[in-house]
């Protein structure tokens, strides 16, 4: 492969990044904060596999395709898949409770779509828990990197979806490193990825499970190109700067030097926050304002007279234009994406956790939906992309209060401790796998760098029968 400039060489630059990507050269930082990233999106996976009303059809497709015949775990069943499958449906699952990792810069889940392609790469090839380490941590370089110079906002508003779009490429790179290749390989995989980049917004017109779906297909298409280039398989040429490109194509103001700016030196995982509450990124943090004024100054519900939500404007675009139907969620991922429900949850009771979705019905939260606006803030937008706060002002009793979160719970500069990720990870799991198998998989992927196959960590998330919750 020709040498090249970052500008006009990225997917070479993208490819020998991959390709020389060694556990041992990376910050000891970015090794451990990766470490929590997969803990904390296995929880979901598992959560999900049980309690995502999507997981149902997910599992009958892949038995009827035949991807339910074969030696590849997904996490939360007991069941073996093909490496196909069981990316596919860790991916699907991993994004079924949108409680998965996010990075602002990028406005996307990086977790979902890389760390499934890598796990099934290395069931397939038996390789290390440090090789698979190393290549989630190229897959979220890929991804993120990709997200920031579309950018993101543009993407969105051509309808795309980015964690699917741009994850395709993050898998692919991630099961690229995992199965050794060298940089053409890595750059041919990427080149197949190109072809089977997609993923669009539509699911937010009536609460369809495809955003859960277009992950899943991302990082199983990821997984499936970088096996294509393994068995020689050419790819298209510069499928990220090229003229019909995924910058060109999918953006209509690309910043095409961004991604390979810094490469190797910043590493944007290290941008990449967890979640709190399992509803769309762009609402924790007013539901952090919100519980924090109703803790405050004993906020009661009957006393809201109003409620504005201010927030960037990316924000608006995924839970606050079309605000009567905002004010109006059916269903779980209306929910997921409505400002109005996850502050009038966090208003009326205190909390927005998964359960809070039985309450879709509940009088107090039907009462108080009606009195919350959405409206795009300038100083919000002023921290965007590298912050998602929000404005909250609540007028109750006759009163006017207000709370300005910028940096929400969960960012980088506000990410919990192991212990922490622990408890989510058990809140998640437990009730799956039973509290001491729980325990030996998190154990387990706290020293993945250590495992000498990944195969046994993996295993680890199948539950015992006696504590397996319904829904096979």
Avoid at 94 to 115: E, K, N, W
Avoid at 268 to 287: N, Q, W
């Amino acid at each position: 492969m020709a040498q090249g400039t970052a500008e006009t060489d990225i997917t070479g630059t993208l490819s020998r990044f991959v390709a020389g990507t060694r556990l041992p050269a990376l910050p000891d930082e970015v090794v451990a904060r990766a470490k929590l990233l997969v803990l904390d999106l296995i929880g979901n996976i598992v959560r999900a596999r049980h309690d995502a009303e999507s997981t149902p059809s997910l599992l009958a497709m892949a038995r009827a395709l035949g991807m339910a015949a074969g030696n590849t775990g997904v996490f939360g069943d007991a069941a073996r898949y093909t490496p196909a499958g069981a990316a596919l449906l860790n991916g699907a699952l991993a994004h079924s409770l949108d409680f998965d990792d996010t990075h602002a810069g990028g406005s996307l889940h990086p977790g979902a779509p890389v760390i499934p392609a890598a796990l099934a790469a290395g069931e397939m090839t038996g390789a290390s828990g440090a090789d698979v380490l190393a290549a989630i941590i190229a897959g979220y370089e890929v991804t993120c990197r990709l997200a920031v110079a579309l950018p993101a906002v543009d993407h969105y508003r051509r309808g795309f979806h980015p964690t699917a779009t741009c994850g395709a490429f993050g898998a692919a790179a991630a099961a690229a490193r995992v199965f050794g290749l060298d940089a053409d390989g890595v750059a041919s995989a990427l080149g197949t990825a190109l072809s089977q980049c997609a993923g669009s917004l539509q699911f937010l017109a009536n609460g369809a499970w495809t955003k859960r779906f277009q992950v899943g297909w991302a990082a199983m298409s990821g997984l499936a190109a970088a096996t294509l280039a393994r068995e020689g398989f050419k790819g298209a040429a510069a499928p990220i700067e090229g003229k019909h490109g995924f910058l060109a194509a999918y953006a209509p103001s690309p910043r095409p030097e961004r991604v390979c700016q810094d490469l190797g030196t910043v590493f944007e995982l290290m941008a990449t926050a967890v979640k709190p509450y399992p509803s769309c990124r762009y609402g924790h943090a007013g539901i952090d304002a919100a519980l924090a004024l109703r803790e405050e100054i004993g906020l009661k519900p009957e006393t809201i007279e109003s409620v504005v939500l201010g927030l960037p404007h990316s924000g608006m675009i995924l839970i606050g234009d079309d605000i009567e139907r905002r004010r109006d969620p059916r269903n779980v991922v209306d929910g997921q994406f409505s400002g109005p429900f996850v502050i009038a949850s966090a208003l009326a009771t205190g909390e927005m956790g998964w359960d809070s979705y039985k309450h879709l019905d509940d009088p107090t939260i039907r009462s108080l939906l009606p009195k919350i606006d959405c409206r795009p803030d300038d100083e919000i937008e002023r921290h965007f992309p590298r912050y998602m706060g929000a404005r909250l002002t609540v007028r109750a009793a006759g009163q006017t209060h207000e709370r300005v979160v910028v940096i929400a719970r969960g960012e980088p500069e506000n990410f919990p401790d192991e212990a922490g990720l622990r408890a989510k990870f058990a809140g998640l799991t437990d009730a799956v796998l039973g509290a001491d198998r729980a325990r030996a998989l998190a154990d387990a992927v706290l020293a993945i760098d250590a495992a000498p196959a990944i195969a046994p960590l993996i295993r680890l998330g199948a539950p015992l029968g006696a504590a397996r919750l319904a829904g096979d």
